[in-house]
């Protein structure tokens, strides 16, 4: 989901626009976009599939080479542009240029970062699935997602405070990747009976940058 305490202040500080309705059952739509100086957003419709609930989300299956260096990134204020939405009104902002990957999950969109191979940010929703409380279902994600299980290890699980959500967890932890020890967080928030997931990922030498953009992302996420 130095790190604990600024992303923190992030998270809390952001709230979604509005509630979903309950009940609702919207189409799992990601679509591409700008917002224009008058705040209008012209989108560009990519894939549309039915919404369906899913477990694995963190599911990580990258063969990507990793960078060797850090990355260094220009100032996020300006990067931070491309208007994307996902399913049940999640909307939100992702760095300029990033490219939608398909395949991930019917109800989650992966957006990659076409200069750093493995680098990515993956944003979604759906009912939940698992019994219990989100604490209960982070913690089945982690036992039971099986391509973060060589050498996982848990940096954090924390109950967080984010928008009007009664529930929020941020997860953060490394694993072996293919190509190297990988470096992930995850933002995951129930409202309405929908539980939605903000998730980046990247290759150890690139984490610094890839931490840099989640908590961005993350204080523009809304969900009207």
Avoid: C
Avoid at 56 to 85: F, K, R, S
Wanted: zero cysteines.
């Amino acid at each position: 989901m130095l790190f604990r305490s600024v992303l923190v202040v992030i998270v809390v500080t952001r709230r979604p626009n509005a509630q979903i309705a309950s009940g609702s059952a919207s189409p799992a739509t990601s679509t591409t976009g700008q917002f224009d100086q008058g705040n209008q957003f012209t989108a560009t419709p990519a894939t549309t599939t039915t919404a369906s609930p899913t477990t694995d989300y963190p599911t990580d299956t990258t063969t990507d080479i990793p960078t060797t260096e850090p990355t260094t990134m220009p100032p996020l204020n300006d990067e931070i542009t491309q208007a994307v939405t996902g399913p049940y009104d999640m909307r939100l902002l992702v760095p300029a240029g990033w490219a939608p990957k398909g395949g991930t999950s019917p109800t989650v969109t992966e957006m990659d970062n076409p200069a750093v191979p493995g680098q990515y940010v993956r944003f979604g929703a759906a009912p939940p699935v698992v019994p219990g409380t989100l604490m209960d279902a982070v913690l089945h994600y982690e036992q039971t997602t099986p391509t973060i299980q060589t050498d996982y290890e848990r940096v954090q699980m924390t109950s967080v405070s984010f928008g009007d959500a009664p529930e929020a967890v941020e997860w953060e932890f490394t694993f072996a990747g293919s190509l190297g020890t990988r470096h992930a967080i995850g933002l995951y928030w129930r409202i309405n009976d929908i539980e939605y997931v903000l998730y980046a990922s990247s290759y150890e030498p690139d984490w610094s940058s890839t931490q840099q953009i989640f908590q961005a992302v993350a204080a523009t996420v809304t969900s009207p």
